[in-house]
Each structure stands twice: as structure tokens, then as C-alpha cells.
């Protein structure tokens, strides 16, 4: 049997921008990908603290350090500068080898730096 088990989490990032008028996803931070193993293209839930928004879509690497965490296209109209998200991945694996698995869970800092 395989399950779905928390992969990557960036815990209470910040929203840096909301870009409505781009084709679509989360750009980050590149640096903040690489910590919390996450790569361009995978699908990410993004769950917003402040305002209880749940939504899927997928990552474009942005300039490193930047601290850059942009919601485009239509995830723009979930979330508002300023507002905390939760970024989260989940993998698909045989039970067994998901009771062994330590998922990558990064905490950034103000500015979403490492």
C-alpha cells in the first residue's frame, strides 16, 4: 500500500507580493526551496494563516536570498502582502519506508530568510 506523507514544509513564510495578471503558482526563493528540498514545478498546498485559504499549485524558482514568496495568477486573490502561509509537499510511498521518512520542515526567519 503506498500514502501520501508530508515531503517539505515552510512554516510561516510571508507573502511578499500577489501578482494577479501572471499565468499562475508560488515564486520563492530559491534558497528557501533548496532548504526545505522542494524543486521548480512541484505541487505545493499553501495554506494561509491569516485569512484560512487552502490552495494547490506549483513552484517557480525565484532569486536566491531574495526572500521573494509571490502568489500569481489566481492564487493572488487567497492571500494579501503580509499574510503568513504554511508551504507544504507530500510524497507518495510504500507504508513501510513512509514510517522511516523525516520530512524537510524549515522555519524561516523575518523575511523569509534562512
Do not use: W
Amino acid at each position: 500500500m503506498r500514502i501520501e506523507i508530508l515531503k517539505s514544509k515552510i512554516h510561516r513564510a510571508t507573502i511578499t507580493e500577489a501578482n494577479l495578471n501572471y499565468v499562475g503558482s508560488l515564486t520563492l526563493d530559491a534558497q528557501l526551496m533548496e532548504a526545505a528540498n522542494l524543486i521548480e514545478n512541484e505541487k505545493v498546498q499553501i495554506v494561509n494563516v491569516n485569512n484560512g485559504a487552502r490552495i494547490e499549485t506549483y513552484l517557480i524558482k525565484g532569486k536566491p536570498g531574495s526572500g521573494v514568496c509571490c502568489l500569481n495568477g489566481p492564487a493572488a486573490r487567497q492571500g494579501a502582502v503580509g499574510d503568513t502561509v504554511i508551504i507544504i509537499s507530500y510524497g507518495s510511498m510504500q507504508f513501510e519506508e513512509a514510517k522511516k521518512f523525516k520530512p524537510s520542515i524549515v522555519f524561516p526567519k523575518e523575511g523569509n530568510k534562512l
